[in-house]
């Protein structure tokens, strides 16, 4: 296991790719063992897509599926010096949830209201007003909840605020 090589001075408000309330949320409904991750893993509160082969990809080219929900533990540590993982291997089930609200991290400044792109590279989370045409990236259903800088951890929602 690593060091300690720093300390936060305040408490994370919360994991990217969890709950952030108890508010209603369901999944995207799939067959037995249809949502796996693709043969490159994917990466937990981040946006999927299914791929040609009907597994999940962090990469698509049309409205994502949903966010991936860090549920059951399936992160796993390739190494042994992390410390933590946000990574699901090949093959591993994936929870794609299409409504609710969640911890995600933001890759642009986020603004109570705005409404959250999932870029189409990654499925990583950019935030614009509705309707814009943000570059690389589709609008989803979700809208952001809490204030935050860009690489910080925010709220989003696709409920009201």
Not at 4 to 18: E, L, S
Not at 24 to 40: D, K, L
Not at 62 to 91: C, E, N, Q, T, W
Request: charged share 15%; net charge neutral; with cysteine.
């Amino acid at each position: 296991m690593a060091f300690q090589t720093h300390v936060n001075r305040y408490q994370a408000p919360g994991i990217p790719g969890t709950f952030a309330s108890n508010n209603p949320s369901y999944s995207a409904v799939g067959g037995e063992n249809q949502y796996v991750a693709c043969e490159n893993g994917v990466l937990i509160g981040r946006f999927g897509w299914t791929d040609a082969n009907g597994r999940i990809a962090n990469a698509g080219g049309s409205a994502p599926l949903g966010f991936i929900l860090h549920s059951d533990m399936k992160g796993v540590m390739y190494d042994i010096r992390d410390l933590a993982s946000m990574a699901v291997p090949a093959g591993r089930p994936v929870t794609l949830m299409q409504m609710g609200d969640f911890w995600a991290t933001t890759g642009t400044a986020a603004t109570v209201g705005q409404k959250v792109f999932a870029k189409l590279s990654d499925g990583t989370l950019v935030t614009g007003n509705a309707g814009a045409t943000v570059e690389g990236a589709i609008e989803t259903k979700f809208k952001v909840a809490t204030a935050g800088a860009a690489g910080e951890t925010i709220k989003i929602t696709t409920g009201g605020l």
